[in-house]
């Protein structure tokens, strides 16, 4: 049975392989597409790097770890002359191989439970298969979570399958790395926390209502090297805070996340349109896989019950913090995507089990299972992979290519990967000039000032602290009303500062929503002074462009670029 089970390790092997080199000749094939979150974060990760403070030279609304890690991308494309956005996809499939392969080598250690051995393997697959499909979200912090959480979360699948290794140096250390790696996607959001918290829950609970569970050698394993070392990582991150500039912790504590807290219903959504859209699917795929799973539990073997246990309190847990928060964005939905795409296949290999367990030759049906699977492990990614080559190909024979010379780097994208800001970027603006973007959201600021490789023009990379600034004071009126007008009037009067500073060649205004709340507050006539509309330019993105008047620089004496 050992060597039946090798087959299948290496034919999973394989299909990893094949679906990571899909994704790396994906990635390399568009090497300027991004998108608006992602190249927001690796702004400020340059920024960062460039000596700017977060939340005071440079800001945004989230806890700075997001920004540390994309300063990985951002030294990659600077000592490789990548372009940021391709730097940033290989960076996150490199990261997604890695942690696939970490997840399907300790699933050696349960290589003599076949039912598991399959679920977990195939569940490592369809993880890597899920990778692949994501494009609006890829390296958004939901799927950064995910990546680094998985490989532990596998760990501990099987230390609640009493698989673990022997406890040498190796096993320690393997499983203290997991446990930091685990740290860091826990930390990117305080509420990872609290769904990595609740499995655990979950798994112990399940092995102190269970006849045959281990309770106390399951809590004893929240002293393990894995858990040990997330505790630390957590600390370090939460201890950190203290030792940042003074100037940071009062701008992101006492200035960011108040508005973002008082304002935070800006943009929520009710739940009806949260869960009923007509886009998503994933809560069809959760309710049929919970189903399945829910018929499958009083009948399965413990050890393949507790598998389905786990991905369904992912599942609900991930269910049920999206509901909480409110906002509709698609990535806050991808843990609870994979959870059910990973319940729904354990459902099917159990349902496969039931039977097998009812068997009067356990062992052939098990090499059976194993073929079978086998197959699938192969068949699968390779199709996958042949499906991204084929898509590839079809781009190369049709889409038009425009050469990256116009950012100062060598090779060639397709012309759908550009934001269309781009062009009037770099139509009207050098690449010594900064850009100023003032809209309800990242887009269409985000991507097109990393593609078009400029700098931005004011400390605020996004508007959106004014937008909620000017929604508390305006519409929520808290009790402490003249805090948040003090703190409305410091923003106006930081962009009047840095536009008179860096001079932004060109201000992109937002037509709905945001040139009334700029008229009303009077940053129009400020920008009236200097700058001119462009007729048309950014009608087709829903921007009106002010081009800075080069008459007005030669009479200050400054350049225009």
């Not at 826990?186 to 609290?194: D, S």
């Amino acid at each position: 049975m050992r060597f039946r089970s090798g087959y299948f390790y290496v034919a999973a092997w394989l299909g990893l392989t094949f679906l990571s080199l899909a994704a790396l000749y994906r990635d390399w094939g568009h090497p300027l597409t991004g998108q608006s979150d992602q190249c927001m974060y690796l702004s400020m990760a340059e920024l960062l790097l460039q000596g700017r403070v977060p939340y005071v030279q440079c800001f945004d609304n989230n806890p700075p770890l997001i920004i540390y890690l994309n300063v990985i991308p951002v030294v990659v494309a600077k000592c490789f002359a990548l372009p940021l956005t391709l730097a940033f996809n290989l960076s996150v499939t490199i990261l997604a191989a890695f942690s696939s392969a970490l997840s399907l080598a300790a699933l050696w250690l349960s290589r003599r439970q076949v039912v598991i051995f399959v679920s977990l393997s195939l569940a490592v697959l369809l993880f890597a298969s899920f990778n692949l499909s994501l494009d609006l979200d890829y390296g958004q912090r939901e799927h950064l979570f995910l990546l680094l959480y998985f490989p532990f979360f596998v760990w501990r699948l099987l230390r609640a399958e009493q698989f673990s290794a022997k406890e040498s140096v190796f096993s320690k250390t393997f499983a203290a790395l997991l446990g930091l790696g685990a740290a860091l996607g826990l930390a990117l959001k305080p509420y990872f926390v609290l769904m990595a918290a609740f499995v655990e829950m979950i798994l112990l609970a399940s092995s102190f209502s269970n006849r045959d569970g281990d309770f106390r050698g399951r809590l004893a394993s929240l002293l393990k090297p894995e858990c040990l070392a997330l505790y630390l990582g957590l600390s370090i991150y939460a201890l950190h805070f203290l030792f940042l500039p003074a100037s940071m912790r009062i701008g992101l504590f006492q200035f960011v996340l108040p508005i973002y807290q008082a304002g935070y219903d800006y943009y929520t959504n009710s739940f009806l349109f949260n869960l009923t859209s007509f886009w998503r699917t994933d809560f069809l795929l959760l309710a049929f896989a919970s189903l399945l799973t829910l018929y499958i539990l009083p009948r399965a073997r413990v050890t393949t019950a507790i598998i389905s246990i786990a991905f369904a309190a992912l599942a609900w847990i991930a269910t049920a913090v999206y509901f909480y928060a409110g906002q509709s964005w698609q990535y806050h939905l991808l843990p609870i995507r994979l959870a059910s795409l990973l319940l729904f296949s354990n459902g099917l290999v159990s349902l496969f089990s039931l039977w097998l367990a009812k068997a009067k030759n356990e062992t052939k049906w098990e090499g059976v299972l194993l073929a079978l699977a086998a197959v699938f492990a192969l068949a699968f990614p390779a199709a996958r992979a042949y499906q991204v080559y084929l898509r590839g190909q079809e781009e190369e024979a049709t889409l038009e290519k425009f050469d990256l010379a116009f950012i100062g780097l060598k090779g060639l994208c397709f012309e759908h990967e550009i934001s269309p800001a781009v062009k009037t970027i770099t139509e009207h603006a050098t690449a010594c000039d900064t850009v100023l973007f003032l809209s309800t959201a990242m887009a269409p600021g985000y991507p097109a000032m990393v593609q078009s490789g400029r700098k931005p023009g004011s400390r605020f990379i996004h508007a959106m602290p004014l937008v909620v600034a000017d929604y508390v004071v305006e519409v929520k009126k808290p009790q402490d009303l003249k805090r948040f007008q003090d703190m409305r009037a410091q923003i106006i009067d930081w962009y009047r500062q840095d536009i008179d500073r860096y001079k932004p060649v060109l201000i992109f205004v937002q037509k709905q929503t945001m040139s009334e709340l700029v008229y009303r507050l009077g940053l129009q006539s400020f920008i009236l002074q200097d700058y001119v509309a462009l007729p048309e330019v950014g009608d087709t993105y829903g921007m009106t462009v002010y081009k800075r008047n080069p008459a007005k620089n030669n009479a200050k004496g400054v350049k225009s670029s």
